[in-house]
């Protein structure tokens, strides 16, 4: 099965914003960086299950809306004292359209 | 690789907290398995004195639930007492046949309440004080009796007597000496503690001995020694506690008043450890959580196989726990021949300080009425601190020492980070401020959740909260000059705001070009405020910058933690209609709203709204007329108003029709931190007016303005600015006050502390003695008001792109 999913082009996403991408097995946060890079992660924060897509965004970090942990947006990793990780999962973009790799989902 | 097997006898405070050590070390070591004599799983025996007092629930004093204990693996038999422990077969037998092996033994049984076995001690309705059953059954007496006995003048028998009077019933404490809790108080303290308890209506027999329990199958009195008698239909006993040590010593235990156990916390036999109250150790039982507790964490560390750590035994400290009263006494307080004692006593005040030295060192401290200071003396204490450089100051408290005090006001920011602020859980407030900091807490709940402070007896409630305020606040307001705003530069607020000024920077980029930002998009701290800064200064030029904005202004609804959101449309001066209230209801049946709250703010809450129906809601909202009651936002909040002259007989102004003209005018305005307001028609102020930022109280003569009320985390009454004679100066003052706080208040600093910070005199100076500058200010505030007062509901329910993206930007469905 092909992995790489076509989910809408690269307007749609604010700069240093986000958008969601809804699958049955939960929610995937898109961001935009200041750079035009994009970054998907599990909507989820390590910490106690905040929606990271609400977050400020950062260089590559999103503050989660809820208790403010910072999450590496490449790494899925909490920054340092926090500990913790949610699942990242593979970005490109393409003429101006965002795909996204759910293999790992 | 087949685990050891460890069982734990007694499912109660120290064994349980001895589990948790254990597991936090060497979570996979042990099978575990507990016995508890009790149907519940581990709760906090603390509190049972506020769940009798009705202060709190059952529910809300349980540690851990059954679910914990499964998480765990932990098998937990429930309801099982064990009647013997077989030391050759290794294994432990419950009174039901129940057996289970051990590799180690914890023995963790606690005590029983001591019953004195004076003749009709059998009775029904002769209870102890100690578990969950005796406090179901008080209460249940309580519901059919009125006259209850507490015998017993102690910390526990206090307890009891307050609880008992909170639930209606007539209470006497029968106490064997002429003072009340002579092992914790001096005379002089103690006699205040009872004039105080019998104001609250408390009935006291003082110096009587109980002779015999009256009555025939359930008890109708007390006979004292004097051959005085008492009814009573309730007697609780609180005269003392007995290790509990049947077990161990039928199994052969070296046992003495307590079950005799070493540094390491083992018994006799060294497979088998104890701790809490059935231990004694170096010849000392304790009756308090705070050694327990560090016996715990000693004994986990052995079990661990980590076999680091002695217990040494404890000093303790008390406090009780009867709301409203304070008092904490710790170390030896009666004084001996080469002792001295500091005295303060207040009698008008209902203040009493006694402070026992011995060599210049602190031996013992009696509090009452003001125990702020309770935990540093208790420190002093511990450490052995040399006070003769402090002595003068002692009883004055910590704040009074050196310049750091902000006249006793603030305890928790003098306090050395070693000092202990929970007794119960041995946490220092060096660990809070670690937890604050680095964990970025909020909440009272949070701290504790972190680090178990004032999450056992609650007594240390107040001061965790001052820590946390402090500490919260510090980074939020009343930060130095010197201060940076934030890891992203070295420049502090005022030098940021004072350059967007006088280089009329409009844009955040522009800021951090000019300023050499460290980082290229700054970060969640100094996005907000550099997006404040500009729209205050350039209303009409700056462009708001929503991915600067924190989730809850973004979204324009309050996020909860699931994810949802709150929406709170505006009610004008807290005025309905059937209309509107008919389009709530409407509304939240369509979008299936699960709450519906009347929040403190005079309005209505709809909670857990799915944001992608965000704008739909507000388009049904806006229809029936209902606009955005920024419930969310550093901004103008609510006007709340009482009923006033047009309804209530003491009303001396409209302050309702005020409140709403106040509103109509104030909302939609941007402020460095949240804004409220409220009007009230008369001196008796049902509207609160003098806890918010703006105060309005109408008087006869026309109406009282304060500012720089605060009802939240640190309450503060407003100050009195000035009296005004017509609506028309009232709503100018409000104007040209939120202008002035907006233009020259940090970001993130409310009313309270900024008035603290730049005097009450300095914003006279500019409103009130200032005519011209008030009319400014106020102009400025109006024209503001112009580009800023739109619905943000409307502006984004009516862009379809903006509204668009409150939706997933696509749903996977195969995935
Ligand atoms: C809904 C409401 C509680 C209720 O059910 O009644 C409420 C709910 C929240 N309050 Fe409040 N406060 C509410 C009235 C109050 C009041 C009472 C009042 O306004 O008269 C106070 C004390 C008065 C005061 O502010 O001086 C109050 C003092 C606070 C504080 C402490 C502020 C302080 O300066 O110490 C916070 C924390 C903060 O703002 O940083 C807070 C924060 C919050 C937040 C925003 C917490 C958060 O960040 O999520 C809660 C949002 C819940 C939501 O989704 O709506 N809330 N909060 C009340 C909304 C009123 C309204 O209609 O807008
Ligand atoms: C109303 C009240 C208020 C208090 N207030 C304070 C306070 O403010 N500050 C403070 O520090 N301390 C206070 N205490 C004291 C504190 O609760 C105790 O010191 C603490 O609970 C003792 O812990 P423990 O584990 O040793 O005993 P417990 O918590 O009593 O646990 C022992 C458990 O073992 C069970 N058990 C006993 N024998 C067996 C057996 N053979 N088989 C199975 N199970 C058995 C018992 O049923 C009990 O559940 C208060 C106590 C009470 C009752
Ligand atoms: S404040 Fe005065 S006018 Fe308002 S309800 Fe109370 S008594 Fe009536
Ligand atoms: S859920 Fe993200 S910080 Fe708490």
């Known amino acids: ?105 | 690789m087949s685990k050891d097997k460890l069982v734990l006898v007694g499912n109660g405070m120290a064994g349980v907290r001895t589990l948790e050590e254990l597991l936090k070390l060497a979570p996979d070591k042990y099978d575990i398995t507990v016995f508890g004599d009790e149907p519940y799983g581990n709760y906090n025996r603390i509190l049972l004195s506020p769940v009798l007092s009705g202060e709190k629930t059952i529910d809300q004093i349980m540690l851990n639930d059954l679910e914990w204990y499964e998480q765990n693996g932990i098998t937990l038999h429930r309801g099982k007492k064990v009647v013997r422990i077989d030391r050759t077969r290794r294994c432990v037998i419950a009174e039901d046949g129940t057996t289970a092996e051990y590799d180690r033994l914890l023995l963790a049984t606690g005590s029983s309440p001591f019953i004195i076995p004076v003749p009709g001690h059998h009775m029904e309705g002769v209870l102890g004080f100690r578990d969950i059953g005796d406090v179901d059954s008080m209460l249940a007496i309580s519901k059919q009796y009125r006259r209850a006995a507490v015998i017993g003048g102690g910390l526990l028998g206090l307890e009891a007597a307050n609880g008992l009077l909170q639930q209606g019933m007539d209470v006497t404490v029968v106490h064997l000496l002429d003072t009340l809790m002579e092992r914790q108080l001096d005379k002089t303290a103690a006699s205040m503690l009872q004039r105080t308890l019998e104001e609250r209506g408390l009935k006291f027999k003082m110096e009587a001995e109980t002779e015999a329990i009256l009555g025939e199958q359930r008890v109708e009195g007390l006979r004292f020694k004097d051959g005085s008698q008492l009814e009573a239909d309730l007697v609780v006993m609180a005269v003392g506690i007995r290790p509990n040590i049947e077990l161990a010593r039928e199994a052969g235990l070296h046992c003495e008043r307590g079950i005799v156990v070493n540094d390491t916390l083992q018994t006799f036999d060294p497979r088998i450890y104890a701790v809490g109250e059935c231990v004694q150790h170096r010849g000392v039982t304790y009756g308090l959580v705070a050694p327990l507790f560090e016996q715990a964490r000693v004994c986990a560390n052995h079990l661990a196989e980590y076999g680091i750590g002695h217990y040494e035994g404890s000093v303790t400290s008390t406090k009780l726990k009867v709301t409203g009263i304070d008092l904490f006494s710790a170390g030896d307080f009666t004084g001996g021949e080469d002792t001295e004692a500091i005295v303060m006593h207040d009698a008008s005040a209902g203040i009493y300080k006694k402070i026992v030295l011995k060599d210049n060192r602190v031996e013992g401290a009696v509090l009452y009425g003001d125990t702020v200071d309770g935990a540093w003396y208790f420190q002093l204490l511990r450490d052995g601190t040399d006070i003769s450089e402090i002595r003068d100051q002692l009883l004055f408290g910590q704040a009074h020492l050196g310049d750091s005090g902000h006249g006793g006001e603030n305890a928790a920011a003098s306090l050395p980070d070693d000092a202990e602020v929970c007794g119960c859980n041995g946490v220092t407030k060096g660990d809070i401020v670690k937890a604050i900091v680095e964990k970025g807490l909020f909440t009272l709940d949070e701290v504790r959740a972190h680090t178990k402070a004032s999450a056992s007896c609650g007594s240390c409630t107040g001061l965790v909260e001052q820590i946390l305020a402090d500490t919260v606040g510090g980074d939020y307001s009343a930060a130095p000059q010197t201060q940076p705003m934030c890891g992203c530069t070295d420049y502090s607020h005022d030098d940021v705001r004072n350059t967007i000024r006088q280089d009329h920077l409009t844009t955040i980029r522009a800021v951090m070009k000019t300023l050499d930002w460290r980082t290229p998009d700054g970060c969640s701290s100094c996005r907000p405020a550099l997006n404040y800064y500009l729209l205050a200064a350039w209303p009409e030029e700056a462009q708001d910058d929503p991915q600067s904005r924190f989730i809850n202004e973004r979204a324009h609804a309050n996020i909860q933690k699931d994810g949802t959101y709150s929406v709170v449309p505006r009610m004008w001066g807290g005025v309905t209609s059937p209309a509107e209230l008919r389009a709530i209801a409407d509304i939240a049946e369509q979008f299936e709203v699960p709450l519906l709250k009347v929040t403190g703010g005079q309005r209505i809450d709809m909670f857990g709204i799915k944001k992608e129906d965000l704008p739909a809601v507000w388009s049904e909202l806006n229809k029936a007329g209902m606009v955005s009651g920024h419930a969310y936002g550093k901004s103008l909040r609510t006007v709340k108003t009482c009923v006033g002259s047009e309804w209530c007989r003491f009303g001396t102004q409209d302050s309702t029709g005020l409140g709403i003209k106040i509103e109509k005018m104030t909302w939609g305005s941007w402020t460095p931190h949240k804004f409220k307001i409220a009007v009230s028609g008369c001196p008796r102020n049902c509207a609160e007016a003098t806890i918010k930022d703006l105060g309005v109280v109408c008087v006869d003569s026309g109406y009282e303005l304060h500012i720089g009320g605060n009802g939240g985390v640190k309450v503060r009454a407003a100050d009195p600015l000035c009296k005004v004679a017509t609506e028309e100066e009232a709503l100018e003052y409000c104007g040209a006050f939120l202008q002035l706080y907006r233009e020259e208040a940090r970001y993130l600093e409310r009313t309270a502390p900024w008035l603290e910070r730049v005097g009450l005199a300095w914003i006279k100076e500019n409103l009130v003695e200032d005519e011209a500058r008030r009319k400014a200010l106020y102009q400025r505030f109006l024209q503001a008001q112009k580009i800023a007062q739109k619905d943000p509901w409307a502006q984004i329910a009516g862009d379809r792109q903006e509204s668009g993206r409150f939706a997933p930007i696509k749903i996977v469905t195969d995935a």
């Open chain 1, 1 to 105: 099965m092909s992995e790489w999913v076509e989910v809408g082009s690269l307007e749609q996403i604010p700069r240093l914003g986000s958008r969601i991408v809804q699958t049955g097995k939960g929610d995937i946060a898109l961001f935009r960086t200041s750079r035009d890079e994009i970054f998907a992660v599990r909507d989820a924060c390590p910490h106690k299950q905040g929606p990271l897509s609400q977050g400020i965004v950062h260089g590559n970090v999103v503050t989660c809306p809820l208790h403010s942990w910072e999450i590496d947006l490449s790494s899925g990793e909490a920054l340092p004292p926090d500990e913790g990780c949610t699942n990242t999962f593979a970005t490109r973009v393409e003429k101006g359209v965002v795909l996204i790799n759910l293999a790992s989902l």
